[in-house]
């Protein structure tokens, strides 16, 4: 008989006067399948000709080794933390018993501004794959945005897209895990037909050159990285849903890291050898161009499309539940308005965020193609910022609560885990340099404005959050007692 593990910590749990809890039903191919498919979205279908022609070969290999051991690091910090408290909404949990609420408040709206920003890309990424199918798609002309048409009948298919997402969440996590997993052995399938093409018709010389455009192009690449692989810390969001072993949580956040990591690389080497890097820089869809190629047939091209397809549906599905839980955690902890704290009576969903999120996915095409790159940019200075605040909080655990029970304890008893921790803060803060004014991967304007306008808002719930609740086991509990008596 399957085991129910439970936690000596109290779950996340409905308002007052609701017996409504999240069901614990993921096994560990439904924690692989969350991770895993979050991190491989539909980007690299697009970008892979760009990164190929700023930094060759090599330089993009490098970029997604170096991207991917960064990602690893603070990966590792998670799956400690996850194991010692697997509860829904994962670093919002850490922070606050390591740093405090307002502290928590920062890496949580940091990271739902990723994920949020990343369902919206892969609404507005759905209608242009789809247009590679169905050329005359674009049909009565709504409106021009930054030299980008917007047609509604291309707009539709985004709206329709998020609706069945959201639907899918609503209805409940067994529901959306069934989804997530047929849809990923869909898509590894045709993964694996990319790479194989690669040994069919793959020429050496389109590797060339290995390294282009030095720094600058390696950077290019390497910026992407967080937008790419946010993802595996989706696993910690959902945690209070998962029946495994805490420790067993914590090692598939590490795995999935790793599996995506090795996934981007053979892709990118298989698309290279297709073609020359500049004639992949000038395709609409590089991936897909790059499958032809291989298999000198354009039937393989729309293959390649339809993996990118159910590409876009894993990790629009994956960032729904994470933020989802993360938004639900906040709204538990009277960070937010209680709404999102709220539980669905039937399907123990949280339906208020899902609702929200939604409602977000089918604004998102109506701004149409121009929105890809702004939400690419913005996303990841956020995700960035989250990430970082998660492993301080790693750090100061480990020196505030050395006898916490870690089922996963990273780096032994000795200093391995701090190192890691510090080299986690480190690596991060330094891919949040990249976006700064002046450096290579500096934001666009819109970009800006967007980063800017998630965190004036996010500054309105931000100065509720009262001032000296200090951090600790029972942090929750306090800021909602404090709450409580304004």
């Known amino acids: 008989m399957k085991q129910n593990y439970t936690t000596s910590f109290k779950p996340g749990s409905a308002p007052a006067g609701e017996n409504v809890s999240l069901l614990k039903s993921m096994g560990s191919w439904d924690v692989f399948a969350l991770g895993f498919g979050a991190m491989i979205g539909f980007g690299w279908i697009v970008l892979s000709g760009h990164w190929l022609e700023n930094a060759g070969t090599l330089g993009a290999v490098l970029a997604f080794i170096v991207g991917g051991a960064i990602m690893a690091l603070v990966g590792l910090t998670y799956s400690e933390l996850v194991s010692a408290m697997p509860k829904a909404g994962g670093e919002h949990n850490y922070v606050m018993r390591g740093m405090g609420p307002r502290w928590a408040f920062?890496?949580?709206?940091?990271?739902?501004?990723?994920?949020?920003?990343?369902?919206?890309?892969?609404?507005?990424?759905?209608?242009?794959?789809?247009?590679?199918?169905?050329?005359d798609l674009n049909q009565i002309k709504l409106w021009t945005v930054a030299g980008s048409d917007v047609y509604l009948t291309w707009a539709l298919v985004g709206v329709i897209g998020a609706v069945a997402i959201t639907v899918i969440n609503i209805i409940g996590i067994k529901t959306a895990n069934f989804v997530q997993t047929f849809i990923l052995l869909f898509f590894l399938s045709i993964g694996a037909l990319l790479v194989l093409g690669a040994f069919v018709g793959g020429e050496r010389e389109h590797l060339t050159p290995l390294i282009s455009g030095g720094w600058s192009g390696f950077v290019v690449v390497l910026v992407a990285i967080p937008f790419l692989f946010v993802g595996f810390d989706v696993i910690p969001q959902s945690a209070e849903e998962v029946n495994l072993e805490p420790k067993r949580i914590g090692k598939l956040v590490v795995i999935s890291v790793i599996m995506a990591t090795a996934f981007y690389i053979a892709a990118l080497v298989a698309i290279s050898s297709s073609m020359s890097h500049s004639s992949l820089a000038d395709a609409n869809l590089a991936a897909a161009d790059g499958m032809a190629a291989l298999w000198s047939t354009d039937l393989m091209a729309k293959v390649l499309v339809a993996g990118g397809?159910?590409?876009?549906?894993?990790?629009?599905?994956?960032?729904?539940?994470?933020?989802?839980?993360?938004?639900?955690?906040?709204?538990?902890?009277?960070?937010?308005?209680?709404?999102?704290?709220?539980?669905?009576?039937?399907?123990?969903?949280?339906?208020?965020?899902?609702?929200?999120?939604?409602?977000?996915?089918?604004?998102?095409?109506?701004?149409?193609?121009?929105?890809?790159?702004?939400?690419?940019?913005?996303?990841?200075?956020?995700?960035?910022?989250?990430?970082?605040?998660a492993a301080m909080a790693f750090i100061v655990l480990r020196r505030r609560e050395p006898k916490m029970p870690r089922p996963l304890r990273i780096g032994g008893k000795g200093n391995g885990g701090i190192i890691i921790g510090v080299l986690a803060i480190i690596s991060t803060l330094g891919l949040l340099s990249l976006h700064f004014p002046g450096m290579p991967a500096a934001l666009s304007p819109q970009a800006a404005v967007m980063v800017l306008g998630w965190w004036l808002f996010g500054m309105l719930f931000f100065f509720r959050i009262p001032r000296g609740i200090k951090p600790g086991a029972d942090a929750e509990e306090r800021l909602l007692s404090t709450l409580a008596q304004r």
């Open 309 to 389: 397809i159910a590409a876009i549906l894993t990790s629009w599905n994956a960032f729904m539940i994470g933020a989802s839980r993360l938004l639900y955690a906040m709204g538990v902890s009277g960070m937010l308005p209680k709404a999102f704290g709220t539980l669905h009576p039937k399907t123990h969903t949280p339906v208020n965020a899902l609702l929200f999120i939604g409602g977000l996915a089918v604004i998102a095409p109506f701004f149409g193609q121009a929105m890809l790159g702004w939400l690419v940019d913005s996303g990841a200075p956020s995700i960035v910022i989250g990430y970082a605040v």
């Open 106 to 135: 920062i890496c949580s709206w940091g990271v739902v501004a990723g994920y949020i920003t990343i369902v919206a890309f892969e609404a507005v990424a759905l209608p242009r794959v789809v247009t590679y199918l169905f050329p």
